[in-house]
């Protein structure tokens, strides 16, 4: 099983307007369709136990897309396109990565989730890409979020030799939507593809899987090869015994 994190903000479903745990099922189509089982992590208080008991159930984690993380975590001032914080986020997916990469566990970090990998490991972002010379490209945010809830198509470049080049080969045509984007890249971390001057995605180099990428897989499940590393990279975590 996949364990992904999920939203927590206000929802409106039929006659109900609340504050609720979701997450779009495109992430969970990569996962099944893949073979996966998908189990959904929402946001909750975090303790010395929690994300140990949590990840005891799955054999995966993907950190998945949405708002922007606290500036504060990575010693920034709040900028003025940068989203409110939502704190109870940013806790619950740093602890949960912590214990995952403690137990050698597979990770995938989708958009947020690849910054949250960075950003734990002791990285910074950039706040707002339009902000930043030479990465401003065609369109708004920098050409990688038009806006409106449509997603740019954008060519990555993927390193030689890398775990990602392994899965999807040496470039590809991807769907993002972020106007921030990794800046100090953490120790511990190699870039894996670029587009632009714009780091688009890292891994975690040796044995573990561990791969963030800024654009959003799930918006192409013609391609599923990397859902299919994760799941067969879950599933030799889980019959290796590494637990």
Do not use: K
Not at 55 to 63: F, P, R, T
Not at 209 to 236: C, K, M, S, Y
């Amino acid at each position: 099983m996949l364990g992904l994190t999920t939203y927590r903000q206000r929802a409106r479903s039929g006659v109900w307007d609340v504050h609720a745990s979701f997450l779009p099922a495109a992430y969970l189509d990569g996962i099944t369709m893949a073979g996966g089982i998908a189990g959904l992590l929402p946001p909750q208080p975090v303790d010395a136990g929690t994300a140990a008991r949590v990840l005891d159930g799955v054999d995966g984690l993907v950190i998945t897309g949405g708002a922007d993380i606290d500036p504060a975590a990575y010693g920034h001032r709040h900028h003025p396109a940068t989203d409110q914080p939502a704190r109870d986020r940013d806790a619950w997916e740093f602890a949960l990565l912590a214990e995952a990469l403690d137990r050698h566990m597979p990770v995938l970090g989708i958009c947020r989730g690849a910054q949250v990998i960075n950003v734990a490991l002791g990285g910074t972002l950039h706040q707002h890409l339009p902000d930043i010379g030479g990465l401003d490209g065609p369109g708004g945010e920098g050409g990688h979020r038009p806006g409106d809830a449509v997603f740019a198509t954008s060519t990555v470049v993927i390193s030689a030799g890398s775990r990602l080049a392994g899965l999807v080969g040496s470039g590809l045509e991807v769907q993002c939507y972020h106007h921030q984007a990794i800046d100090r890249l953490a120790d511990g971390l190699v870039v894996s593809a670029l587009s632009g001057g714009v780091i688009e995605a890292v891994e975690m180099p040796g044995a573990d899987f561990v791969i963030g990428v800024q654009w959003h897989p799930e918006e192409t499940l013609a391609d599923l090869r990397l859902f299919d590393g994760l799941v067969e990279a879950a599933r030799n975590y889980t019959v290796g015994g590494v637990r």
